[in-house]
């Protein structure tokens, strides 16, 4: 695995190795790697003949200080990690080479950000956006792999690379699990082992939405239930739980065609914000 900090220098190598025919996929990460970011450096390397990664812990996608402080740094272990499961190229800039100056560029993702996450973290999309954007332009990617843990960074990421004619494919992969259910993430490592137990208890909330969803229950009636499982749980501050519509990320009413409908939620436990979702 060749590795680069430079935008230069990995423009270059990958220059030197791009023909007509070579299918480049990628795979951006703030690093803090699990076995979710794995699966898309698999998928990746089955359909693609170069497969790039890169971990860049993006400040500007950060509207909380504490959590930008917390979020785990682990480039020796992650470096082997994506080595191990066939990565050819890692990019790990430092913030001063992806950001010589505070950008002033701002993206407005419309209704797709004053939704869900983006009405809790003001500021979030844009961060990725500019982020992604750069990292397109410097990558150049075919393919661009991202989990469904984050379903409305994959919508913002698709308007992205519609609205700025990005040559790339979004592959939107699945979120993969713990046994007892709980979504890999990287802030998981920053749960107690108590919240680590109690955190599985997302994923059981979201089961139950499912089922009471296809069971023919109105959306307002299976949030309601909803928020009754997390009042008798007081070690979650549940911040919000929403049925969508998978793509556009608004609010339903009532359950979508096949595979569009999203349960969306996120919760405080102790010092993590965890988020997660079922689309079905
Ligand atoms: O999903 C992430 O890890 C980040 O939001 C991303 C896409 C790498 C942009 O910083």
Redesign the pocket.
Known sequence: MHRFTTIHAIRQHLASLRTANTVLGFV???GALHEGHLDLIRQARQACDLVVA?I???PI?FNNPDDLARYPRTIEQDSEMLERVGTDVLFFPTAAEIYPEAPQLRFDFGDLETVLEGAFRPGHFN??GV??AK?FNIVQPDRAY??QK?LQ?VAV?RRLIRDLSFPVELVRCDTVREADGLAMS?RNRNLTPTERTQATAMYQALQLAQSRLSEGQSPAVVKGEILTFFEALPHFRLEYVEVVNADTLQAVSETQAPGQTAICMAAHLGKVRLIDNLVF
């Open positions: 951006p990460t703030m890169s860049f812990v993006n996608q961060g990725v982020v992604v990292l991202f989990g984050d960074q990421i990287s």
